[in-house]
T-cell receptor, first 113, second 114 residues
Framework: EDQVTQSPEALRLQEGESSSLNCSYT??????LFWYRQDPGKGPEFLFT???AGEEKEKERLKATLTKKESFLHITAPKPEDSATYLC??????????????FGQGTTLQVKP | GAGVSQSPRYKVAKRGQDVALRCDPI?????LFWYQQALGQGPEFLTY????????KSGLPSDRFFAERPEGSVSTLKIQRTQQEDSAVYLC????????????FGEGSRLTVL
């Protein structure tokens, strides 16, 4: 069964304290892995797409990496405005052209000033 | 606006009532998705449209759930005879092409069934 598990469920950091969020996945063929950010009361906002092991993407203080079994979202020197829930999702090969995504439960990040 | 628009933002229904949730996608986006998000969980896929064709409805939890996109633009998700377990946020997303995985989500419609 295709599955996405994120850890930790919640993470509290001090401003400037770097850390990583983990996304472990089991899928019968990976078309792509995606990271989204979700603020309270809002819909998810796209951050990154990763397609193959070894690939890395960066945006401001965020860097996403991918291996054959997991992905990491590294947050360098976070600021309070980085506080949000970060969602990981996989797109199985069998999804064809439908674009169906399987999401993890998310990691809720709180950055304190 | 330029984003995905959903209405109503909040809906309270008595158990057994029918509800309709509307999604207005980004203009020109071929693909439209509906996801269900329970409190504290990630979104779960419900159904997918490419233009007016519903190509995947494997995630619809029961035959009480029905979605349509008759003209390939606005979509409606209808839930008949609502149950308490239907309480969730219903998210609509659109994209230029379905397989990109880069989805643009609306703010969601929060349904509470009493």
């Amino acid at each position: 069964e295709d599955q996405v598990t994120q850890s930790p469920e919640a993470l509290r950091l001090q401003e400037g304290e770097s850390s990583s969020l983990n996304c472990s996945y089991t899928v019968s063929g990976l078309r792509g892995l995606f990271w989204y950010r979700q603020d309270p009361g809002k819909g998810p906002e796209f951050l990154f797409t990763l397609y193959s092991a070894g690939e890395e993407k960066e945006k401001e203080r965020l860097k996403a990496t991918l291996t054959k079994k997991e992905s990491f979202l590294h947050i360098t020197a976070p600021k309070p405005e980085d506080s949000a829930t970060y969602l990981c999702a996989v797109q199985p090969l069998y999804s064809g052209n439908t674009g169906k995504l399987i999401f993890g439960q998310g990691t809720t990040l709180q950055v304190k000033p | 606006g330029a984003g995905v628009s959903q209405s109503p933002r909040y809906k309270v229904a008595k158990r057994g009532q029918d509800v309709a949730l509307r999604c207005d996608p980004i203009s020109g986006h071929v693909s439209l998705f509906w996801y269900q998000q329970a409190l504290g969980q990630g979104p779960e896929f419900l159904t997918y449209f490419q233009n007016e064709a519903q190509l995947d409805k494997s995630g619809l939890p029961s035959d009480r759930f029905f979605a349509e996109r008759p003209e390939g633009s606005v979509s409606t998700l209808k839930i008949q005879r609502t149950q308490q377990e239907d309480s969730a946020v219903y998210l609509c997303a659109s994209s230029l092409q379905g397989h990109t995985g880069e989805l643009f989500f609306g703010e969601g419609s929060r349904l509470t069934v009493l």
